[in-house]
């Protein structure tokens, strides 16, 4: 094939994929996920059903779709946030703040891979290695920027055995206050979600602060 050719049809695929998962994106947020056909996704996304099958075999297959630029999407928060700090605990810190604001900013987005470990399973090999992808990127960056701390002296060496549990623990710890008071907050719209959250930032940033 021309490789003007084919790259244009390559791009072409790849504007309709997105498209498709533009429409689901609406669909879902407006309808639910359970409430939304293929049919209602094929006539936002202005394709016919049949086209539709040809890039997606289901309704879950767009679903992990939207889960891989959920992903993509908190990879590239977390990677502005290390950038924009100096010091290792500073840039855990912003990492920190992009979590929150990605919960708050892509609600959808936060829901998509609260939900992601569940059905992983299920995806196919490519959408398999691109999830697993953007987690161990997650991952990487945090664990990149505990060394750091270790390395600058910001960080206690005494406290942090190891930089990927810490990782893990960091990360847990923030996402199960998230989710706290994102179920606190569908009770009474009084609940102190956003200054629990910082005080919990506070306290895990001192767990690991060098003294």
Do not use: W
């Not at 695929?13 to 639910?32: H, N, P, T, W």
């Not at 398999?128 to 990487?140: A, I, P």
């Amino acid at each position: 094939m021309n490789e003007p050719l084919k790259s244009r049809r390559e791009r072409e695929k790849q504007a309709r994929y997105e498209a498709i998962l533009d429409a689901a994106e609406r669909v879902f947020s407006e309808k639910g996920y359970e409430r939304t056909s293929m049919d209602d996704i094929a006539r936002v996304a202005s394709l016919s059903r049949a086209l539709l099958y040809v890039y997606f075999k289901d309704k879950a297959a767009i679903q992990r779709g939207i889960m891989l630029r959920a992903g993509q999407s908190l990879v590239a928060r977390f990677e502005n946030a290390r950038r924009a700090a100096d010091s290792g605990l500073a840039q855990i810190r912003a990492m920190g703040e992009a979590y929150y604001r990605f919960y708050l900013e892509e609600p959808d987005y936060f829901s998509a891979l609260t939900t992601a470990a569940t059905v992983i399973g299920e995806a196919d090999e490519d959408q398999t290695r691109e999830m697993l992808c953007s987690k161990n990127e997650l991952m990487t960056l945090m664990t990149a920027a505990i060394h750091t701390g270790l390395e600058d002296g910001t960080m206690s060496r005494e406290r942090i055995s190891s930089p990927a549990y810490t990782a893990l623990y960091l990360r847990g710890a923030l996402h199960g206050v998230i989710m706290l008071c994102q179920a606190e907050t569908t009770q009474t719209s009084s609940f102190p979600a956003d200054a629990l959250i910082r005080h919990t930032m506070d306290m895990l940033t001192r767990s690991i602060a060098s003294q």
